[in-house]
């Protein structure tokens, strides 16, 4: 058996739908007010915060099944889609619990588990993060592989960017497509190198270095694209800046090996995607782009996704060439508009 074949459905897609983990929350809060942090059901933070005396902490958990092709490179991608939530959030993540469902006929010593976990504990390493202890579940459906990360908080910076109004530009740092690509690795073995840039210019690649450049001018709010996919995600980013936003669909940024498959429009979906665009239905015209051919980039899941950040348009030029400077890359993807917080014009 393949290792992508080590799970029903690869990546965030058996997440819980939007809605009803909205309406879990909502339950539970009112149940117990005082054992939330605040907002935690009306914002859904990158990563939760707390502080134990002087000292802030984040803190993130997220759990995926497999969706590439080799194991040692899912350990990699696992850590990375969540290490995200910590960069988002301008923090530097410092340990880990790892949580690892194994499934029946296969031991957790077996080598396929050992090489996932050695590419986890290899990215951890990179990324300065110390791995603590951790969960093991025996007998399941499905292999599956997560952590729970803590980290602090970098200092906060002295220069303040203004808070984003309309006219400002929107940017995503990673193209779309990560589930696409699981999706295409699930039918057919040959297709294993024919994505593999979906891995070395996206999955594989941390969002530190942005995040770092966002801090350094000030900004000090974005998101990352994950399982809700951009539409959801970007709406969340806009309601806690209180501003509405524009999407041009047709500037989407793609990984360049399925564009073909765009062009042929055979983008296929995860069992996700029809639960985001739903949800997306709330805050923006999705519904009219329900049988468009971008309309898998806009609302299925996305795992290890880039950066959405809305920047200051005085501000745009000196970080672009920040980013470059750095061998970083950022798609302009909409700007900010007149309208209800959160609300996005998909165009």
Same mark, same amino acid.
């Given at each position: 058996m393949?290792f992508i %074949?080590l799970?029903?459905d690869?990546g965030?897609?058996k997440?819980?739908p939007?809605i009803?983990?909205e309406n879990?929350l909502?339950d ?8 939330f942090?605040p907002?935690l059901?009306v914002?859904?933070? %990158? ?8 000292t802030e902490l984040l803190?993130?958990?997220d759990v995926l ?6 194991p040692?490179?899912?350990g ?5 889609h969540?290490?995200?939530?910590i960069y #988002?959030?301008?923090?530097?993540p ?10 029946y006929?296969?031991d957790a ?8 976990m050695?590419g ?11 791995l ?5 579940l ?9 952590f ?8 906060k910076n002295?220069?303040?960017?203004r808070?984003p109004?309309?006219g ?7 193209p779309?497509?990560s589930?696409?690509a699981?999706?295409l690795?699930k039918?057919s ?8 840039d979906?891995?070395?210019e996206?999955?594989l690649k941390?969002? #530190? ?7 350094q001018?000030?900004?000090e709010q974005?998101t990352?694209v994950?399982?809700f996919g ?5 709406h969340?980013l ?5 501003v509405?936003?524009q999407i041009a669909v ?9 564009g073909?498959?765009? %062009?042929r ?5 995860t ?14 015209n999705?519904a #009219? ?9 806009l609302?299925d ?5 880039g ?8 501000n745009?030029?000196?970080t672009l ?8 890359? #950022? ?5 900010c508009i007149e309208g ?5 014009l998909?165009?």
């Amino acid at each position: 058996m393949r290792f992508i %074949d080590l799970a029903t459905d690869g990546g965030c897609s058996k997440k819980a739908p939007a809605i009803d983990l909205e309406n879990l929350l909502d339950d539970l809060v009112g149940r117990a007010p005082t054992a939330f942090m605040p907002d935690l059901n009306v914002a859904f933070p %990158d990563s939760g915060r707390y502080s134990v005396g002087d000292t802030e902490l984040l803190a993130t958990v997220d759990v995926l099944f497999p969706m590439v092709p080799d194991p040692q490179d899912f350990g990699r991608v696992v850590v990375n889609h969540v290490l995200g939530d910590i960069y #988002a959030s301008f923090g530097t993540p410092k340990f880990a619990l790892a949580h690892l469902g194994v499934p029946y006929g296969m031991d957790a010593s077996s080598d396929v588990v050992t090489r996932m976990m050695a590419g986890a504990l290899a990215e951890l390493s990179d990324a300065g993060v110390t791995l603590v202890g951790g969960h093991t579940l025996a007998k399941q459906t499905d292999l599956s592989l997560g952590f729970s990360v803590v980290g602090t908080p970098v200092p906060k910076n002295q220069t303040r960017a203004r808070a984003p109004r309309p006219g400002d530009p929107m940017f995503l740092t990673k193209p779309l497509g990560s589930s696409v690509a699981s999706i295409l690795w699930k039918t057919s073995a040959a297709k294993d190198d024919e994505l593999r840039d979906v891995l070395t210019e996206g999955v594989l690649k941390r969002s #530190a270095a942005h995040a770092d450049v966002l801090h350094q001018i000030g900004i000090e709010q974005c998101t990352d694209v994950t399982g809700f996919g951009l539409v959801n995600h970007a709406h969340r980013l806009l309601l806690r800046q209180g501003v509405a936003a524009q999407i041009a669909v047709a500037d989407l940024p793609i990984y360049s090996s399925l564009g073909p498959y765009l %062009d042929r429009g055979e983008l296929p979906t995860t069992s996700l995607y029809f639960d985001n665009l739903s949800f997306a239905e709330k805050f923006s015209n999705a519904a #009219a782009l329900r049988s468009h051919p971008r309309a898998p980039l806009l609302f299925d899941a996305q795992v290890a996704g880039g950066l959405v950040f809305v920047l200051p348009v005085e501000n745009r030029s000196t970080t672009l060439q920040l980013f470059e400077q750095m061998g970083l890359t #950022a798609q302009m993807i909409g700007h900010c508009i007149e309208g209800p917080a959160g609300k996005i014009l998909l165009a």
